[in-house]
């Protein structure tokens, strides 16, 4: 060793000497700096060296007055709820921010007790934790179980909150939540429909949002679970600027970059090791999801994000035909029953046939005089591109009727019938869609797409039975070079 890095080594060890004997010393220096105040107490937790995303982490969280919100999605072992759930919870009270009420979310309680647990893990055994942020004791329910965490000697408080609790309106003496943190307040199951995320969302914009004040912070961490999960909706606000005022900065940290370079080299130094961990998980689906940060497709899903395609503007030519596909819905339970019209352009044939589907499907609880009205506005509509419109509608049972009062008034329906059930339609509609046939807009179709790649899971399936109704006799008919569409 050189005598200048022995002169350095000397210095360093001095200082850090220094730290874990002079009290005021140390907490004058991690005060200002939650990168120092992590090695310092957490130093058992560094059994690799920190990669520059930790850094990177950090700094946001250290940057309150310029990201008042901020959101991590980053893989499984990549130590985010050890830095965000544990240690900055302390540094947040220890540190300049000064948090007093502190309160910790996530997607169960036994999770949340969890968070809990390890925070008072610190507390007790952290002999520096223990000097520095002084005697704690615990606030418990009727049932015995630990809901937060006092620190007397620095009035500070920490609880902990399971998704879809009412916390409006808590404080801990004179304060309200300063710092709110969300912690996988989601799950598989909880996205797997629209009103199980919207629920997720309501409650996080209803509820907890509201608990705290115009200064509080709120830090969000977790997995990407579905597209409109509620990490994915923050994405949105922030990318879009929607939560500019509040600093929202989003951060995501998959185990690999985009030419396959661990972002954490230090616990990840080679192929070997990537290899070894990718082998620990021992099923493909969670090894993207967990690790890779893609969103996943259950198996039986039957179209998937990836067979969605979008589409910027129309071909300016005209569409060789208009189908418009009507789902009655008049043997749905009530609490479905959404009558709907799907309209579609179709151009070309075979292999070079092109479906795009338009803007704003008509979806409604509505009587069927008054679905008739919006279907007869529908079509004179789209017949003043003068080409041909052919309507589809299912004529089995109930719906015959209907079909015929239809013919009567010179709508031009054509009724067919239903061959299979709903699943098996939509995976015949499905096939062009995998071939990258069919082209939705970027706005307006949300809750078509929604119903298409979450079937059989969401409350609502209308506006896909409309879309397969018209998709299936586009592949019958029109989708070979030869042959004409029905009618």
């Not at 140390?26 to 059994?47: D, G, H, N």
């Not at 250290?62 to 980053?74: C, G, P």
């Not at 062009?432 to 119903?451: A, R, S, T, Y």
């Amino acid at each position: 060793m050189s005598k200048k890095r022995k002169r350095k080594k000397n210095s360093d060890d001095e200082i850090f000497g220094k730290i874990l004997k002079d009290q005021a010393f140390r907490k004058a220096i991690v005060r200002e700096s939650f990168e120092y105040f992590f090695p310092i107490y957490f130093a058992s937790y560094m059994q690799y060296d920190a990669a520059p995303f930790h850094k990177e982490m950090f700094n946001i969280l250290e940057n309150e007055k310029d990201h008042h919100l901020a959101v991590f999605v980053a893989f499984r072992g990549s130590a985010k709820s050890t830095i965000i759930g544990l240690a900055y919870v302390l540094w947040s009270i220890l540190g300049t921010q000064n948090k007093r009420f502190i309160l910790l979310c996530g997607q169960t309680e036994q999770k949340t007790r969890a968070y809990l647990s390890h925070i008072k893990e610190q507390l007790l055994h952290n002999e520096l934790l223990r000097k520095d942020l002084g005697p704690f004791e615990e606030e418990r329910n009727s049932l015995g179980n630990a809901t937060a965490i006092i620190l007397k000697q620095i009035g500070a408080k920490i609880m902990i909150c399971s998704t879809g609790q009412s916390i409006r309106g808590m404080r801990h003496n004179e304060h309200r939540p300063d710092l709110i943190i969300l912690d996988d307040i989601e799950d598989l199951d909880s996205v797997k429909t629209h009103e199980g995320r919207d629920k997720t969302y309501d409650w996080m914009t209803g509820e907890v949002i509201p608990a705290g004040s115009h200064k509080t912070r709120i830090i969000a961490v977790g997995n990407l679970l579905h597209e409109d999960s509620v990490l994915r909706r923050l994405q949105r606000k922030i990318q879009a600027g929607e939560l500019e005022l509040m600093g929202g900065i989003y951060r995501e940290y998959p185990i690999v970059d985009k030419d396959g370079v661990p972002l954490w080299p230090g616990k990840y130094p080679d192929e070997q090791s990537l290899k070894a961990e990718r082998e620990k998980t021992l099923d493909e689906r969670s090894w993207l999801r967990e690790y890779m940060l893609q969103i996943v497709a259950d198996d039986e899903q039957i179209i998937t994000d990836d067979d969605i395609k979008y589409y910027d503007e129309l071909p300016k030519e005209k569409p060789n035909y208009i189908c418009i596909g009507v789902d009655l819905a008049i043997s749905q339970k009530a609490s479905a029953d959404f009558p709907a019209i799907v309209v579609v352009y179709v151009y070309n044939r075979g292999d070079d046939l092109k479906v795009y589907v338009r803007p704003f499907p008509f979806h409604s609880k509505v009587g069927i005089k008054e679905l008739l009205e919006h279907l007869k506005n529908i079509i004179a509509a789209e017949r003043m591109h003068r080409v041909p419109v052919k309507v589809f509608m299912e004529n089995n049972g109930m719906q015959d009727a209907i079909v015929e009062l239809a013919k009567d008034d010179s709508y031009g329906i054509i009724g067919v019938p239903s061959v299979a059930d709903k699943a098996s339609r939509l995976r015949v509609a499905a096939v062009p869609m995998k071939k990258g046939q069919v082209f939705f807009p970027h706005h307006g179709c949300g809750d078509l797409i929604e119903e298409l790649t979450g079937f059989g899971k969401e409350n609502h399936d209308d506006l896909a039975d409309a879309f397969s109704i018209s998709m299936i006799q586009i592949i019958q008919k029109y989708g070979k070079k030869q042959g004409r569409l029905l009618g």
